[in-house]
C-alpha cells in the first residue's frame, strides 16, 4: 500500500503515531517522518490512522481503494503534495 503523507497540512498531532507505530513516528515535537509503502497486515491500524488524523492530512492507496481522510472529490495522486489539493472549499 501507499502512503502520502500532505505535509503542509499536517501539524504534528501525532494520532497516526501512535496508531500504526511501525509506519508513522515523530522526529523531534513537530516533524512526522512516515514510510512512503506499507504492507497488507498494516491496513487496519492504516485506516484507524487515516480517520483519526484531525487535519486529514493522510492518504493510503492500496490499488483498489483509496482511503482519503480529506473531503470526497479532492484530487488523488501527487496534487496534494503542493498544497494546490483543496480546490474551491
Given at each position: 500500500m501507499?502512503?502520502?503523507?500532505?505535509?503542509?497540512?499536517?501539524?504534528?498531532?501525532a494520532?497516526?503515531?501512535?496508531?500504526a507505530?511501525?509506519?508513522?513516528?515523530?522526529?523531534?515535537d513537530?516533524a512526522?517522518?512516515?514510510?512512503?509503502r506499507?504492507?497488507?497486515?498494516?491496513?487496519?491500524?492504516?485506516?484507524?490512522?487515516?480517520?483519526?488524523?484531525?487535519?486529514?492530512?493522510?492518504?493510503?492507496?492500496?490499488g483498489?481503494?483509496?482511503?482519503?481522510?480529506?473531503?470526497?472529490?479532492?484530487?488523488?495522486?501527487?496534487?496534494?503534495?503542493d498544497?494546490?489539493?483543496?480546490?474551491?472549499r
Amino acid at each position: 500500500m501507499r502512503v502520502v503523507v500532505d505535509l503542509n497540512r499536517c501539524q504534528g498531532y501525532a494520532q497516526c503515531a501512535f496508531l500504526a507505530p511501525d509506519v508513522f513516528r515523530m522526529h523531534g515535537d513537530e516533524a512526522l517522518l512516515y514510510a512512503p509503502r506499507a504492507g497488507a497486515e498494516e491496513r487496519e491500524r492504516l485506516a484507524q490512522a487515516v480517520a483519526a488524523c484531525p487535519v486529514q492530512a493522510i492518504l493510503v492507496d492500496d490499488g483498489d481503494e483509496k482511503q482519503d481522510a480529506r473531503a470526497a472529490g479532492a484530487p488523488v495522486g501527487g496534487a496534494q503534495a503542493d498544497g494546490h489539493g483543496g480546490g474551491g472549499r
